[in-house]
């Protein structure tokens, strides 16, 4: 093939694929907010596995990456745009938030005393940011399927106390390491 033909080809062949992995298997996300630092720093980007719960159940403590359930309608053109942007990690959906799971289908969570509590018990949270505080909350037990997820950074976090637990059918999956830039690189 000539090289004019061959170059547009290749280029087409790798977007392709690269939506392809974004749909089915791994996903790229931008940090667009400060909710869960420390641990993700705006500007941060992870990767997402998307099959990490086709397979085993999430666990507290897991961080991820759910939809909000907040789509707006958009042109054809306007999809496949995002879609090939967030295939290559420059942004992230504008609908899909990233959290903490910090309470499991079943169980009575509360915050009082700015101190989360899971079943009566006080939840150890070395991950918050340091100047944390919480208004009290609760109790409340959680439906089947349904997860109580929160920021590291809970003064910044629109979160499970606000809009509800969050059903597992919502989960995108669930991030395992930071990519960029360089000197975060660290697994989640």
């Not at 918050?128 to 003064?155: C, I, K, Q």
Request: without cysteine; aromatic residues 12%.
């Amino acid at each position: 093939m000539p090289l004019w033909v061959e170059v547009p080809f290749l280029l087409i062949f790798a977007l392709v694929i690269a939506v392809f992995i974004k749909t089915f298997f791994l996903q790229a996300f931008f940090i667009p907010s400060g909710s869960m630092e420390n641990t993700l720093l705006v500007n941060d980007r992870i990767l997402v596995n998307k099959l990490a719960y086709q397979f085993g159940d999430p666990e507290r403590g897991d961080v991820v990456v759910f939809d909000s359930g907040q789509r707006s309608d958009e042109s054809l053109f306007s999809g496949i745009r995002r879609n090939l942007v967030e295939a290559v990690g420059l942004s992230s959906p504008q609908s899909d938030f990233i959290k903490r799971v910090v309470a499991l289908p079943g169980e009575e969570i509360q915050i009082r005393g700015n101190l989360v509590f899971v079943n009566g018990v006080r939840l150890d949270e070395p991950y918050l940011h340091f100047d944390t505080y919480m208004s009290d909350f609760g109790p409340v037990v959680l439906e089947n399927n349904h997860y109580f997820m929160m920021g590291d950074h809970r003064n910044r976090s629109r979160d499970s106390r606000v809009s509800g637990a969050v059903h597992i059918d919502r989960f995108v999956g669930r991030a395992f390491v930071i990519v960029w830039p360089p000197g975060n690189w660290s697994g989640l």
